[in-house]
C-alpha cells in the first residue's frame, strides 16, 4: 500500500500501538479514508480535517445537529421523506428548532463531501452519501401497539448505512435504545449489507441525543454529549469530534452499551418521577388538598425533588422506558417500577376527562351532547410536536360520555392532526360560545392570554391541567 503524507498538527491521533511499532515519523505516513487500520501493526490515524458527516433521519434530532457540525465540516443531510428534504432545502423547517436564517446560512447548494468545503447539504438520494466516512444515525425509535420496542427505521438507516459505509468509516448512533442495541441489533445489518467486518474494516460508537424540542435555551452546543466507541482509539476519534462542536464539552463513557444505558435512564427516571407526582396528584385530590401547594411547601427542603404532575406525552420521556423494560425482561427481569411509573402515566388523560366530567354533574351541567374546549394538543408546551400525545387521551374519553370537544391549538398543525389522529381542530378560538367545560391541556405561551374569565362567566367549568392559571380562577387543578 502506498501511503501519501498528511500530517496536521494538533489534529491528528493516532493508537497507541503506533508508538510500538517503530514508526518514529508519524508525518510520513498517511491515508485517504478519516480511518486506517493497518494489520501488520495495526496503526489507526485519523485526521480531523478529513472528516465527511452524514446525519440519517433530518428530524428534531437530526437536523440541528447537522447544521451544528456544519459549521465546522462538510456535511450531508440524509432523510427519506423527500417532502421534508425540500423544505430544508428552502430553508424551512416546520419543527421550528432551527431557526430559518441559520438554516440558510449553513446550506450549501451542491454536495460538497468530496471538496472538503463545510456547509450542509440535504438530500434523498442515498448516492449523496457514499463519499462520507463519519456516518450518524438520528431516526425515530418508537414502540408499537403493544408498547414493544420498534426498531424498523434503525434497522432500515442500517441497511442504508450498509450499502455506502467503506473501510475505516465510523458509524454512529444516536436513537435512543436499550442497551445492546448497537452492537447487537444494527451493527449485524451494516455487516451483512456491506460485506465488511465490525471493528476490522468499519467502527461504530454510540452518542445519545439529549435535546428538548421546542427549548430555545439548552440547545445541542450547549448539552453536554456523552460519547462511545467500539474500541477505545475510535471513542477517542468520536468523543473529539463530538467535541470540536458541542461548547458545553463531552463525556466519554466507558462503552457503546454504558452510553445507551445512561441515555435510556435518563428518560426512565424523569418518567418515574413524575408518575410519583401523578399519583401524589390523585391522592390529596381524593383527600381534597391541593397537589401543587403540597408540592411547593415540600420543595422547601434542599433535596426534594420538584416535579409537577401531568400528561407524559411524546416519543421520548413515554416511550423509552419500555425499551429498557424490554430489555430487562429478555435478561430475565420483570421491570416492577418501570413499568407501574408507565402505567400511571398513561392514566393521566382519562383521570383528567373523569374529572372534569364529575365537576360537570356535580355544577348540574348537562353532560350528554355538552361542549367542552381543549386547549392544546401537542405533546408538550410552545412545540408543533403532536407524536403520541396525550392530551388526544382526554378527548377520547370526553367523547366517549357523549360530549363534543372543540381542540383548540395555535402551535398544532390541522392537517398533522387529521393525519395523525382523525381529529379536526378548530383553527380560531372564540370565547363568546357556552362550553360546559374548558380544560388546559398544554400551557402555551399564547393560553396566558386567554380571558378564562369569559368562559367562566359563561357557565363553563375551569380545569388547569398544568397548574398555571390562578388557583382562585380554575375550579380545579390536576
Ligand atoms: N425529539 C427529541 O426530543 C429527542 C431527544 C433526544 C433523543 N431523541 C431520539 O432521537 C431519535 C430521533 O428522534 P426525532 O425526534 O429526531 O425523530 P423525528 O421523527 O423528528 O425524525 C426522524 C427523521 O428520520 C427520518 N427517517 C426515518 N427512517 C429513516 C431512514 N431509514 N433513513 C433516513 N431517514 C429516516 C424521518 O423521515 C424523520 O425525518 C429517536 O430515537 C428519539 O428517541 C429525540
Not at 46 to 66: C, D, E, K, N, T
Request: aromatic share 10%.
Amino acid at each position: 500500500m502506498s501511503l501519501v503524507l498528511l500530517y496536521q498538527k494538533f489534529d491528528l491521533f493516532y493508537s497507541a500501538d503506533i508508538l510500538n511499532t517503530g514508526i518514529s515519523n508519524v508525518s510520513s505516513i498517511c491515508f485517504l479514508p478519516i480511518f486506517a487500520n493497518f494489520s501488520d501493526c495495526n496503526i489507526i490515524i485519523y485526521s480531523m480535517a478529513s472528516i465527511r458527516i452524514a446525519v440519517i433521519g433530518l428530524g428534531y434530532v437530526g437536523l440541528p445537529l447537522a447544521r451544528l457540525f456544519a459549521t465546522k465540516y462538510p456535511v450531508v443531510g440524509f432523510d427519506i421523506n423527500q417532502k421534508r428534504v425540500n423544505e430544508i432545502n428552502h430553508g424551512i423547517d416546520h419543527t421550528l428548532e432551527v431557526e430559518e436564517q441559520m438554516l440558510q446560512n449553513s446550506l450549501i447548494s451542491q454536495n460538497q463531501v468530496h471538496t472538503g468545503i463545510k456547509g450542509l447539504f440535504c438530500s434523498f438520494h442515498q448516492e449523496d452519501i457514499k463519499e462520507c466516512n463519519f456516518y450518524i444515525v438520528t431516526v425515530p425509535t418508537p414502540v408499537d401497539k403493544n408498547n414493544r420496542p420498534d426498531l424498523t427505521p434503525l434497522l432500515k438507516a442500517s441497511e442504508t448505512v450498509g450499502r455506502v459505509v467503506s473501510r475505516g468509516d465510523i458509524v454512529v448512533y444516536e436513537s435512543t435504545v436499550y442497551p445492546g442495541a448497537t452492537e447487537e441489533d444494527c451493527i449485524p445489518v451494516i455487516e451483512k449489507v456491506s460485506g465488511l467486518k465490525y471493528n476490522v474494516d468499519f467502527f461504530a460508537g454510540y452518542s445519545p441525543e439529549r435535546i428538548n424540542p421546542g427549548d430555545k435555551e439548552h440547545t445541542v452546543e450547549k448539552i453536554k454529549k456523552v460519547t462511545s466507541g467500539s474500541t477505545t482509539d475510535v471513542a477517542e476519534i468520536v468523543d473529539a469530534t463530538y467535541n470540536s462542536v458541542i461548547q458545553a464539552g463531552t463525556y466519554k463513557a466507558s462503552s457503546i452499551r454504558v452510553a445507551e444505558a445512561a441515555k435510556v435512564i435518563e428518560n426512565s427516571q424523569r418518567d418515574i418521577n413524575i408518575a410519583f407526582v401523578n399519583e401524589l396528584a390523585k391522592i390529596f385530590n381524593a383527600m381534597k388538598i391541593d397537589t401543587h401547594d403540597v408540592l411547593e411547601a415540600a420543595a422547601t427542603k434542599w433535596n426534594f425533588l420538584r416535579f409537577q404532575p401531568g400528561l407524559v406525552g411524546g416519543h421520548c420521556i413515554g416511550v423509552d422506558p419500555y425499551y429498557l423494560a424490554q430489555k430487562a425482561q429478555e435478561a430475565g427481569y420483570h421491570p416492577e417500577i418501570i413499568l407501574a411509573g408507565r402505567r400511571m402515566n398513561d392514566s393521566m388523560g382519562k383521570y383528567v376527562a373523569t374529572e372534569v366530567v364529575k365537576l360537570m354533574i356535580r355544577n348540574e351541567i348537562p353532560v350528554k351532547s355538552a361542549k367542552i374546549l381543549l386547549l392544546g394538543i401537542t405533546f408538550k408546551e410552545n412545540c408543533p410536536d403532536i407524536r403520541n400525545t396525550k392530551a388526544t387521551d382526554i378527548y377520547y374519553e370526553l367523547i366517549s360520555y357523549g360530549i363534543e370537544v372543540d381542540i383548540f391549538d395555535p402551535w398544532a398543525s390541522p392537517e398533522e392532526v387529521k393525519h395523525e389522529y382523525g381529529i379536526s381542530i378548530i383553527t380560531d378560538m372564540n370565547e363568546t360560545v357556552n362550553y360546559g367545560a374548558v380544560i388546559l391541556a398544554v400551557a402555551h405561551r399564547e393560553f396566558m392570554s386567554v380571558d378564562f374569565e369569559r368562559f367562566k362567566a359563561r357557565g363553563a367549568i375551569l380545569y388547569d391541567v398544568k397548574g398555571i392559571l390562578p388557583f382562585e380562577l380554575v375550579n380545579a387543578r390536576l
